[in-house]
């Protein structure tokens, strides 16, 4: 059995219960799983043989979730910057993908991915791409858990040539899945204008036989929506809800246009939704109404999407620019806190990914995934309120301990898992590959 540890930070959010914020508590793990949290004093007298590890200055809180991504794509981080969405795809990321993914592509932009998101406190993340078992072999490099699901696309590509052939290896890769450990699955159609009826209805029979999310980019922009009603005479969601797509297993990314109808559909479907505001802005989509849609008691989560259209994998400056769109949108600087984007960061990610038994908070009989935050440097001088400073002042780069499942991935800064110099090295030779190809 691994050794019984008692954490001792300086402040605890747990996230649960909603807004406690705890000082002077100890966290005692072991075997994967939270043991116990108590008062300093009294957690020394219940768990005297428990290995100590003090963090001074620092916030001990659960791991972020992130929602969305493409991990291989980190790979092609500044490759085609400033572009609307469909030039983007269509002239950059597509062009210069069908020359250079393959497994190999994949798992080294996996592992770059996973490695960067660990050491900026995300440690649970949701992922779609090609090739989805070379993904895996790239996460299991770090240790990150995750929820890998396979992209269906009706055009041919290097993992598959038509759109069955991408329903068929899907249904491989899940056998294939069954048993690793830190790993959920599901299907990832790409967008209503890229997979026909008859795909989504081979999606919706699966999903419903193996009780599987389906994760779908959805009204990601005007531009989207406005050419889904020229060619079909009706917006997206009502094509899907016509399919039977809109319910409970549905994963919406981006939303980014929703009509009040729209909305109250949601939410009475219970469709989850991913939110994902730096990526969103960059490429000038829109913004999602997340103020809105939590009123409505949607679950909503956050996610950076890949780093070529981000550029970072920073779940805290993710969090941040929600809080702050929120705000601006609705006129309201109280529309998503501090608390609430934490929240978003952590339980609401939990949720969106069916995960809330398990991940979210720090509570006795959850997995023991969780971050320790730095706030003793100069920057987040004079600290009056901790969460107030992890929303609106933190970044990934004040996180110096990670761990997943009791395992840490993570320690003062430096990999305990992810080989860097090898890492960085391999990094280095997919740039060249790509930059002799332009």
Not at 42 to 69: E, I, R, S
Request: with cysteine.
């Amino acid at each position: 059995m691994a050794n019984l540890e008692r954490l001792q930070p300086h402040w605890l959010l747990p996230i649960r219960p909603s807004g406690t914020l705890l000082t002077n508590h100890d966290l005692i793990h072991q075997g994967g799983r939270i043991i116990d949290i108590l008062p300093r004093n009294t957690a020394g007298q219940h768990y005297p043989l428990a290995t100590c590890l003090p963090l001074p200055g620092k916030v001990l809180m659960p791991g972020l979730v992130n929602c969305h991504g493409h991990a291989a794509m980190s790979l092609l981080r500044g490759y085609a910057d400033d572009y609307k969405l469909m030039t983007w795809l269509n002239d950059y990321i597509w062009p210069v993908e069908a020359k250079v993914v393959s497994p190999e592509f994949v798992e080294a932009g996996a592992w770059l991915a996973a490695t960067e998101m660990v050491q900026s406190g995300t440690t649970c993340a949701a992922d779609s791409y090609f090739f989805p078992e070379s993904t895996v072999e790239g996460f299991a490099k770090v240790g990150i858990r995750s929820q890998i699901t396979t992209p269906i696309l009706n055009f041919p590509n290097a993992w598959a040539d038509s759109e069955q052939h991408h329903v068929d290896k899907s249904l491989n890769f899940f056998e294939w899945a069954v048993g690793r450990p830190n790993l959920t699955i599901g299907f990832a159609p790409h967008a209503p204008y890229s997979v026909s009826d008859t795909g989504f209805e081979q999606i919706l029979r699966y999903s419903n036989d193996l009780d599987l999310m389906v994760h779908l980019h959805l009204h990601e922009s005007k531009e989207e929506i406005t050419l889904h009603e020229a060619e079909s005479g009706n917006r997206p969601i009502a094509r899907l809800q016509a399919l039977g797509l809109i319910n409970s297993r549905l994963q919406a990314v981006h939303m980014t246009d929703l009509t009040e109808h729209e909305i109250n559909q949601l939410a009475a479907e219970k469709v989850r939704i991913a939110h994902c505001p730096e990526s969103n802005l960059k490429l000038a989509s829109g913004i999602s109404p997340t103020h809105t849609l939590l009123k409505h008691g949607i679950i909503v989560g956050l996610g950076t999407d890949g780093a070529a259209s981000n550029n970072d994998l920073d779940m805290f400056q993710e969090l941040r620019a929600a809080a702050m769109l929120a705000k601006v949108t609705s006129s309201d600087p109280t529309a998503l806190n501090a608390f609430s984007a934490l929240e978003m960061a952590t339980m609401g990610g939990a949720e969106f990914l069916g995960l809330a038994d398990l991940i979210g908070s720090l509570e006795p009989g959850k997995a023991a995934d969780m971050i320790a935050v730095d706030l003793s440097d100069i920057r987040h001088q004079p600290v009056y309120h901790p969460i107030s400073q992890l929303a609106y002042t933190a970044t990934g780069q004040d996180v110096t301990h990670t761990w997943v499942a009791s395992q840490l991935l993570y320690a003062e800064r430096q990999h305990n898992s992810s080989d860097v110099t090898a890492l960085t090295a391999e990094v280095a030779r997919w740039q060249a590959k790509i930059q002799g190809m332009s």
